[in-house]
């Protein structure tokens, strides 16, 4: 991996792309396609309006716009400039975008109706070969900021500097290997990590993206044929879709790596996906956008040690720790913590959240990301995750997972979707599920695959799951679902 100032900035890897592959397809969208050396040129363009309005080194840029080309060009820019790209995403509703732009107090803020004029100043500086001053820009330098959700009541932003977000990005490419050859069909937003990382993983294997956030979901398959999909990231309700579909049709595009995050996929899923597309392999990760991925199942490793999310990052470690911060011996269940160059240093003005999460690690000089989420490691380094601080519970003197209960459910045939509802003051553990079958039926086959203390008290059946705009579990929308159902 380069560690050199220029292979550290965020557009490091575009610029190499060019000096390589200046011709190859970089990025396409519904509306078409640009080669490596047309985004590296709208890019260009880009820095220059953003100079001409004013925006400077460490400016905020603000962008609240669907994924397509011009974002990429966007984001691209911005970083050239030497400001600070901040993705939101379309869906976020006006209490929290504005709780995200007081925080982040940018220079400039582009929705869609801000975007269209600054497109067509990109537009003619890009046709008359416009060029800002060169800016100064510094690996240490912020890159980006991404607004999540959590356990605030607003959303907090993780600084990414261009050295951690390019260490990141390289450390994913050495043991995913995107190629040449590949072409990334990416259905999530810029505005998650998830999407963003595509951007630059795609970059550096030379592979064509396409952005395919604003796809139909009925023509999904469809296009994954169009445009020949190698490479699919997906979570756990994408990849049901993609395995439904692919049950009813016959031609499937030519997959050779499914790459999961968000939560585990249920093993029916991850049987069906096999049988769907011969010969592809479903890569388990796990991670945070706090230090962006944290482990990797060795894409050759991916039908072994079931339920294991991988190893560590190049160059980086894990370590599972008791509550008096302890190292713990491999078998043991403890908080999983994270040590490298790819732990970000923490969240934008917020002092308070960022000692908790982000310690220092003395024996790197470097900083610990305490992730609040709960795993174990094997005598090989090999992650087990066992849940999220919120999904690990007591019921009945066991300690248990919503984990764990949502893969049993997952294991019913007929069921689409599945989320547990911890116990509450009001309310026992219960199980909200996407299916046509009735609850009985649902909490007969649970009693079947999970311990008695295990098994769910109540099931609601909905017809359509809530998730949250990044396809992952809206476990605020499934308790309020099971307390009306109990109403």
């Known amino acids: 991996m380069n560690d050199s100032p ?71 820019g911005t970083t050239r400039r030497g400001a600070v790209f901040v993705p939101i995403n379309p869906a976020m509703k006006k209490f929290h975008f504005d709780s995200v732009v007081a925080n982040a107090e940018p220079r400039l803020v582009l929705t869609p109706a801000e975007f269209g004029p600054l497109w067509n100043e990109v537009d003619a500086a890009f046709r008359a070969g416009e060029r800002a001053e060169p800016t100064e820009v510094a690996p240490d330098d912020v890159a980006v900021l991404i607004y999540t959700s959590g356990s605030t009541a607003a959303p907090k932003g993780v600084i990414g500097p261009h050295r951690q977000v390019t260490f990141a990005a390289r450390a994913i490419q050495a043991v995913l290997g995107y190629r040449a050859d590949d072409v990334v069909f990416c259905r999530f937003p810029m505005s998650w990590d998830y999407g963003l990382y595509k951007v630059l993983l795609a970059t550096l294997g030379r592979s064509e993206i396409v952005l395919a956030d604003a796809e139909s979901d009925l023509r999904l398959l469809q296009r994954m044929r169009e445009v020949g999909a190698t490479v699919v990231p997906i979570v756990p309700s994408l990849a049901t879709m993609i ?88 078998g043991d269940i403890g908080e999983i ?100 079958l009735p609850p009985t039926t649902v909490l007969r086959e649970l009693a079947q695959r999970l311990e008695p203390q295990k098994v769910p008290s109540l099931c609601h059946v909905v017809d359509e799951f809530p998730l949250t705009a990044h396809g992952k579990n809206a476990t605020k929308e499934l308790a309020l679902l099971v307390e009306g159902a109990q109403a």
């Open 6 to 76: 220029g292979g550290s900035l965020v557009f490091s890897p575009l610029d190499e792309a060019v000096a390589d592959a200046a011709g190859a397809t970089a990025v396409r969208d519904r509306e078409g396609g640009w080669t490596y050396t047309e985004v590296a040129e709208w890019s260009r363009a880009v820095e220059a309006v953003l100079a001409r309005r004013g925006v400077g080194h460490g400016d905020r840029v603000v962008v609240q716009l669907p994924t397509n080309r011009e974002l990429v060009a966007l984001f691209y």
């Open 243 to 330: 395995a439904t579909l692919a049950e009813r049709e016959t031609a499937t595009a030519p997959v050779r790596l499914f790459t999961n995050t968000g939560a585990a996929l249920p093993d029916a899923t991850i049987t069906k996906l096999r049988n769907a597309f011969p010969g592809a392999r479903v890569v388990r990760q796990f991670g945070q956008t706090e230090c962006k991925r944290i482990t990797i199942m060795p894409p050759e490793e991916d039908t072994e040690r079931p339920g294991a999310s991988g190893l560590p990052l190049p160059g980086t470690s894990v370590h599972i720790l008791a509550a008096d911060g302890t190292e713990l011996p491999a």
């Open 337 to 436: 913590v994270a040590a490298g160059p790819h732990v970000m240093p923490g969240y934008w003005r917020a002092p308070e959240l960022t000692a908790s999460a982000f310690r220092p690690d003395e024996a790197t000089g470097g900083l610990r990301l305490h992730t609040g989420d709960y795993g174990r490691l094997d005598a090989d380094g090999y992650l087990y995750f066992e849940g999220r601080r919120d999904d690990m519970f007591k019921r009945k003197g066991i300690r248990m997972s919503t984990l764990e209960i949502e893969a049993a459910a997952m294991d019913i045939p007929g069921v689409r979707a599945a989320g547990a509802i911890p116990p509450s003051e009001t309310r026992d553990l219960a199980i909200c599920v996407e299916s046509d």
